[in-house]
């Protein structure tokens, strides 16, 4: 509803209104009760530090004076796409209610896979160590600490960065804290106790079981499971993904500035810090000097532990040696979302015509607005060869024939370029070991390496359809070669 008035009908409200709507994940035909959020968080004055600009290109983005960061997405965005969630939910008064129906549609999307990953990152034998799985489900959907944000840097290899005490590092801000719980509940109680098994949710809201011991997968609840055991695991899985373990950004405010009243350089031989400042011709109070002295600290540090630097490779006698990349904690995956959407547009008689685009992914369908007003369901979508495509062949400037009218891909909403990016930075990084593992018996183009160093995965252009066969292609050569390894 608007904000202390009447629902306004959706042709009441502009196209930027709308575009931006379809931006925050909504269906403006179906949630026209809560386009109010698009329209006030376009009206709103940015805050501050925030300043609008345009790019060369004419693109709009958003610059950040304190930080020196810029993004292509409204500083607000985050705040109201929160708000047209919970709206969507009642505020959360379903989720976890007894009294309430089961619906997992409201469940936190989560696989097996990720659970795997995480119980490999912390040592943790998911069917020996049963009892400590649902620690290792809740460090999987924990969130990154309010004050830290994740950045990747050149060779796609994440580090983290403090927004309070403008430091980095590579190792995840919560490993220390999950370590210990670990550690804790293995001294503490028998973790063997427990079974091997765990509900999953997926993005459609699918409900199944996995035996960690079997590593098979079934719809059929086990023994014990019913609908009150999953709808708080529901609650549970809410409140991990919401809960900040290291304290809410205004109780954490004080321990912060508790903090830097430390010495900067605790650890750290004075004459390093002198030379240093000496060197740069700044203070040793200068904030930028403690940075770098700590940053060189840390990396000394690192190559005496076993060579965790923050370069995948260094040179030796003139000779280049590689070094493996640090162990990295499993990333989460973005959740995948129930529609893609893509828009398109073209000039017919002068004219300039539009088109949305969105692929529905539980029912694997098409649907399509003509100039924000005719709605077809359940087209078929053509790519230029006459190939019917599904979601793996779409992205950035694919060209398509819709109602025989041929169009191009232009843009995406944010939640499609992460899911893009995502899997293009997954299939991607296969192909590259496929590449290196046939490298090593033979010579061949570097064509994924070329990929990966010279493409901005993240403004999805990448062909997922394209490196799916790639891959393919790879594992016949590697089969050819050497059966065993691409097994």
């Not at 629902?7 to 026209?32: C, I, Q, R």
Request: hydrophobic share 35%.
């Amino acid at each position: 509803m608007q904000r202390g008035g009447r629902v306004k009908d959706v042709t009441e409200y502009p196209s930027e209104v709308l575009d931006f709507a379809v931006y925050l994940g909504m269906d403006p035909n179906v949630d026209v009760q809560h386009l109010w959020m698009a329209e006030e968080c376009l009206g709103s004055a940015l805050p501050a530090p925030w300043t609008e600009h345009t790019s060369s290109r004419g693109d709009v983005y958003f610059y950040n004076a304190d930080t020196d960061a810029s993004m292509v997405e409204h500083p607000l965005e985050a705040q109201y796409r929160q708000m047209y969630t919970e709206a969507k939910m009642g505020a959360g008064g379903r989720v976890g209610s007894a009294q309430d129906d089961f619906d997992p549609d409201e469940a936190v999307p989560i696989s097996h896979q990720e659970i795997s990953d995480m119980c490999s990152y912390y040592d943790v034998d998911a069917v020996s160590e049963a009892g400590l799985l649902p620690l290792m489900r809740e460090a999987v959907l924990t969130p990154l600490p309010w004050m830290y944000r994740e950045v990747t840097d050149m060779r796609g290899h994440p580090y983290f960065y403090n927004s309070e005490t403008d430091e980095s590092h590579r190792e995840h801000p919560l490993d220390v804290y999950w370590q210990d719980l670990v550690q804790e509940a293995r001294n503490s109680q028998d973790v063997s106790r427990g079974e091997p098994w765990m509900v999953f949710f997926s993005a459609g809201g699918i409900v199944s079981y996995y035996s960690f011991e079997h590593q098979d997968e079934t719809s059929i609840p086990p023994e014990g499971m019913d609908e009150e055991g999953l709808r708080l695991q529901i609650a549970s899985d809410h409140h991990h993904r919401r809960q900040q373990v290291l304290g809410e950004r205004d109780a954490q405010r004080g321990v912060v500035e508790e903090a830097e009243a430390v010495d900067p350089y605790e650890g750290i031989d004075d004459e390093v810090v002198q030379e240093m400042s000496q060197l740069l011709g700044m203070r040793p109070s200068d904030p930028r000097v403690v940075k770098f002295v700590r940053e060189m600290e840390d990396r000394k540090r690192a190559i005496e532990r076993g060579g965790k630097t923050w370069t995948t490779e260094k040179y030796d006698d003139g000779r280049k040696v590689d070094i493996s990349a640090p162990k990295m904690r499993p990333r989460q995956p973005p959740p995948t979302p129930k529609r893609l959407v893509f828009f398109a547009w073209w000039f017919e008689e002068g004219v300039k015509k539009y088109m949305e685009l969105r692929y529905d992914m539980g029912e694997k369908i098409f649907h399509i607005t003509l100039n924000k007003t005719v709605a077809l369901r359940d087209v078929k979508i053509a790519g230029r060869e006459g190939e019917l495509l599904q979601c793996w062949d779409l992205y950035i400037g694919q060209k398509i024939d819709v109602l025989g009218k041929p169009t191009t891909l232009m843009q995406a909403d944010h939640n499609s370029l992460q899911w893009l990016e995502y899997h293009a930075k997954r299939l991607l990084k296969k192909a590259h070991e496929l590449e290196n593992e046939i490298m090593q018996f033979k010579p061949i183009p570097d064509v994924i390496h070329r990929i990966l160093s010279e493409k901005n995965l993240s403004d999805g252009r990448v062909s997922l359809r394209w490196v799916m066969k790639h891959i393919s292609m790879l594992t016949t050569q590697l089969y050819r070669i050497k059966p065993s390894t691409s097994k």
